[in-house]
Nanobody, 125 residues
């Protein structure tokens, strides 16, 4: 399994960024895909997820500002982020797991899951 993130960078508060992740090494269309970020003192936390049927999930902190989407023809998942806040600053990781993953639970992936190297998002003026 390989997951490669791109699209991170420096943006001012209120700005926008779109993260992308290209996946390989597994049957992409049958897996759930998600984005997690690193929280100091906590570790990784789920930010958003999308199941194989297109059902989406968002953390309360990003609901209404982030939009996750997937393109099964290209084995890609995207995270569109608008109205970014300083507290969104973090390393964002693309992750995959079987469709039974519960994004509402603390971050964890099964033996069938994986995550990428991460991409830095910095929100600062």
């Amino acid at each position: 399994v390989e997951l490669e993130e791109s699209g991170g960078g420096l943006v001012q508060p209120g700005g926008s960024l779109t993260l992308s992740c290209v996946a390989s090494g597994f049957t992409f269309s049958t897996y759930a895909m998600g984005w997690a970020r690193r929280v100091p003192g906590v570790g990784l936390e789920w930010v958003s997820g999308i199941y194989s049927d297109g059902t989406t999930w968002y953390a309360d902190s990003v609901e209404g500002r982030f939009t996750i989407s997937r393109d099964n023809s290209k084995n890609m998942v995207h995270l569109q982020m608008i109205d970014l806040k300083s507290e969104d600053t973090s390393v964002y990781y693309c992750a995959t797991d079987v469709d039974s993953v519960d994004f509402g639970e603390p971050f964890a992936v099964s033996g069938y899951g994986s995550w990428g190297q991460g991409t830095q998002v910095t929100v600062s003026s």
